[in-house]
C-alpha cells in the first residue's frame, strides 16, 4: 500500500507533527490487516523542518511550491461558493495553473493507493486534481463549521469525491463536520504522541532560562509555561493576565513564566507579535520573570523544565496537543475546557480544566497547583493516562482501516 501525505506546510505546528506521527505508525506497522507492505511519502507547499523529520523516518519528500499569493490565502480568499472558487483563483493566472499540473503529475507519479492530506489547502488543491481511483483521506485538525470559506468547500468536495474519507482528531470535530457533511464517511482517531519520546526526565530549570535569556530561578520556583505557536486563539494574552493576577496574589512565592513557539504559517494576521507579547508581560508587571523561548528540536526538555504546562486556547481546541505531549511527560496541567481538549482528560484527576478565556478561572487554577503535593498527584496520573490512552501503538490499524473502503 502507498501512502501519499500532503502538507500545506512545513514547520512544526500541531497538524505536522501529527502527519509525523502518522508516517511513523505507518512504517512501524507490519502491515498484517492488509498483508501488504507499506510506504509513505510526504509532500509539502514549501521547505521546513517537518521535511527532515519526515526523512529520517524512512520516507521519501517533495516540495512543490505554489505562487506567492496562494501561500497567503486564508480563510477571506475564497468567497465560499465551492469547490470551483477555489479553481477560478488557481486558474487566474499562468503560476496558479502550473502549480495545479505539478501537484496532479506529482500524485500520478507516486501512483498512491491513499492520498492523506494535512490541511486546508491541501484538502481542497489535491481534492481537486488527485485521480478519481484514488482513496482520499481528509485528516480534519479544526472546526469546519466556524470557517467562512471551508465551511461551504468541503462539504461540496465530500459530494464530489465518493471514495474521500474524513479523519477527525476529536468527536467534537466529527459532529462538527458531520452537521455540515451528514452523508461523509466520518471517523474519529485520536492523536497520539511517542510517550517514549515524551517521556519524565530531569527539569533543566537553567537551561530553559538561558533560552529566554533570563538568569537562572532561584529554589523552589514555581514555572508555569504556555507552549504553542503565533495563533492569536491560542491565548498568549489570557496566560499573560492570568500569571499578571498569579504574582499580585502571591508576592512572597518565587514564580517563573515562559511562552515557547514561534510563528509557523504564513497566512497574513492571524498571529501574534513576539513585541505585542512583551508589551503585554510589562504591562502585567511580570517582565522580571517572564521570557520567550523559540521552538526547540527537543521538545520534551521543554516540557520537563516546566513544572505546569499552561493550555489556553480562547476557542474551541479542535485537540490541544500540548495536553497530551505534557502529560507524557510527567507534569501538571492545566486545560481550557471546550472543544476536543475535554476529551483528552478526567477534570482534577490526571489534569484541572478551567472555563476559556476566563483569566481569574485560570489564575485560580493556577494558585491550587503552587502546592506541590497537588502537582505531583496530577502528574504522575497524567503519565499513566497518556501511555493508557494516547501511544503510537494505536495509531497504524486505526489508519489502516480507514483507509480501507
Known sequence: MRILFISPAAGLGGAERCLLDCVAALLASDGHER????????????????????????AKTQIIEPPGELSELGESGSDGRGVDAILRLLSATPKAALFLARLHAAIEHAQPDVVHTNGMKAHLLAGAV?????????????FIGSRRAS???????????RRAVFIANSRAVARDFSRLAPSADVRTIHNVVDTAYFSPGPAQSEWLARCAN???PVEETVVFGLVATYARWKGHELFIEAAGLLRAAYPGVPLR???????????????IEAAELERRANLAGIDSCFGLVPFQDEVPRIYRALDVVVHASIQPEPFGRTIIEGMACGRTVLVAQAGGAVELFQNGRNALGYEPGNAAALTAA???VLDRDVRLRLARSAREHAVADFSHSRLGPELLRAYSD
Do not use: C, N, W
Not at 510506504?39 to 517537518?50: S, W, Y
Not at 465551511?151 to 469525491?161: A, N
Open 35 to 58: 498483508r501488504t507492505p507499506l510506504e509513505a511519502q510526504v509532500i509539502a507547499f514549501a521547505d521546513g523542518p517537518l521535511l527532515e523529520k519526515v526523512r529520517a523516518l524512512g
Open 130 to 142: 488527485a485521480p478519481a481511483r484514488v482513496r482520499l483521506a481528509v485528516h480534519l485538525h479544526d
Open 151 to 161: 465551511s461551504r468547500l468541503l462539504p461540496t468536495l465530500s459530494s464530489l469525491r
Open 214 to 216: 533570563l538568569g537562572p
Open 257 to 271: 513564566f515562559y511562552i515557547v513557539g514561534s510563528p509557523i504559517y504564513q497566512t497574513r494576521g492571524s498571529q
Open 366 to 368: 493556577m494558585a491550587l
